[in-house]
């Protein structure tokens, strides 16, 4: 068992060990205090020196800011002091002293460029809103695996060395494996169709995806997690509502679970879980919307994708999540299904935030002739693809299904600048280490 107490615990007339980092010391002349701080919060320890050994008072605040230690001690009440306790310390142990120069303040009372934190990730965790993104981000995850059980999926993990892409050549970040050109996979999209045929027929993953796109803005990664989900017998409107029941399901648990994050992050007032169903727009219909905003240089035209400016205009008149549905099939990729009674139309959707794009999903194409037919009308080689089209041939049923960027739902979700908020340890055209 752990004999450790951590700060947040420490009750008056208890006697505990802490262990932490040196947040602040303060020397007052004849008193003086450091404040300890663990995961759970912070304790001030108080050094009253003419009542205490020289040397413990020497080694309590010898130390350096943001050194581990361990103060032994009893706790008592203290209306003054930050937390309404301090501990009177027996002992202290220095366990693991701090350079007195730190690249950055994790106090927070100095600010840092988003570069130099990422350098230095270890101590900018230190900061409670910055660990409050990541305590966040991890009941966003949990939440969201809890809202697939809960429609019956089961969670699968597939490759992510692959011989050849989800879409193609393109986008990919070649390796060499054991003397063969091989690539990090961008999608787990083939493999989770692949499932859908099996005995499993729900599936949900949550992995990281690769793509070696050149873009460097504070909206891309190369990479990412995705989250996704593909289910056997399902049309493009069953998943959208799966995707809506998943998104809803993240606020939801942020909301009931990650309130002492949110006030670190001042957006305990602000946070809102999204009420209702949301919109679903037919591609017409947001173009059309899009144009009436009067927002962009030139009008869109059917077949236009959606510029990041459209999206922003599309996403102002709208004001919350919402679907946008049946695609120019030609815009789509192969695996999408068209509508049977309007080919060029597809079922693919995508669901956004005002701001941005998080989810595209849509029915799968099933019938092996179409979708052999959809590689070529596209430039693939379905040879190359042949572990994937051949199940096809073994009774594969309709399904459906959808991908959700897992950093930009948190980002969107705490209006994060920058999409490097939302990752540890970023990948982007720059950055590689740490």
Request: glycine share 8%.
């Amino acid at each position: 068992m752990d004999e450790r107490t951590y700060t947040a615990e420490a009750e008056p007339g208890d006697d505990v060990t802490v262990k932490g980092w040196v947040h602040e010391i303060r020397d007052l002349g004849g008193i003086a205090f450091i404040i300890v701080r663990d995961t759970s919060g912070k304790i001030q320890v108080k050094f009253e020196k003419d009542e205490m050994d020289d040397d413990l008072v020497d080694t309590g605040l010898g130390v350096h800011r943001e050194s581990v230690v361990g103060v032994t001690g009893r706790v008592e009440e203290e209306g003054r002091a930050p937390t309404g306790v301090e501990i009177v310390p027996e002992s202290v142990e220095v366990i693991a002293e701090a350079d007195p120069e730190l690249p950055l303040d994790p106090s927070g009372k100095v600010d840092a460029e988003l570069p130099t934190r990422l350098d230095n990730r270890t101590l900018d965790l230190r900061k409670p809103d910055v660990k409050a993104i990541f305590e966040i981000r991890a009941e966003v995850l949990r939440s969201v695996r809890e809202a697939f059980r809960e429609v019956g999926c089961t969670e699968i993990n597939t490759p992510k060395i692959v011989a050849t892409g989800t879409e193609g050549g393109t986008e990919l970040f070649p390796i060499t494996y054991f003397g063969r050109e091989a690539f990090m996979n961008q999608s787990p999209q083939l493999f989770k169709q692949l499932m859908v045929g099996s005995g499993l027929e729900r599936v949900f993953e949550i992995g990281p995806i690769f793509r070696a796109e050149e873009h460097n803005t504070p909206r891309h990664l190369n990479e990412a997690t995705s989250i996704d989900f593909e289910s056997a017998f399902f049309d493009h409107t069953q998943a959208m509502d799966v995707c809506e029941h998943v998104v809803k399901a993240a606020y939801e648990g942020v909301a009931e679970n990650c309130q002492a994050q949110l006030e670190a992050l001042d957006l305990e007032d602000e946070f809102e879980v999204p009420d209702g169903e949301f919109p679903r727009l037919s591609y017409e219909e947001a173009i059309e919307k899009v144009n009436a905003t009067g927002e962009l240089d030139e009008p869109l035209v059917f077949g236009d994708d959606l510029s990041t400016e459209a999206e922003h205009a599309l996403g102002q008149a709208v004001g919350e999540h919402y679907f946008i549905t049946d695609w120019p099939s030609e815009i789509k990729p192969f695996y999408i299904k068209d509508h049977d009674d309007q080919p060029e139309l597809s079922t693919g959707f995508d669901m956004m935030h005002p701001s941005m794009e998080l989810v595209s999903g849509g029915q799968r194409e099933h019938r092996y002739d179409n979708l052999v037919e959809g590689f070529e009308q596209q430039g693939l080689d379905p040879e190359a693809f042949e572990y994937y089209t051949k199940m096809f041939r073994y009774g594969m049923p309709p399904h459906a299904g959808w991908g959700l960027g897992g950093e930009r739902l948190v980002m969107t979700m705490l209006g994060l600048d920058n999409i490097r908020e939302a990752v540890l340890f970023p990948r982007d055209r720059q950055r590689l280490s740490p």
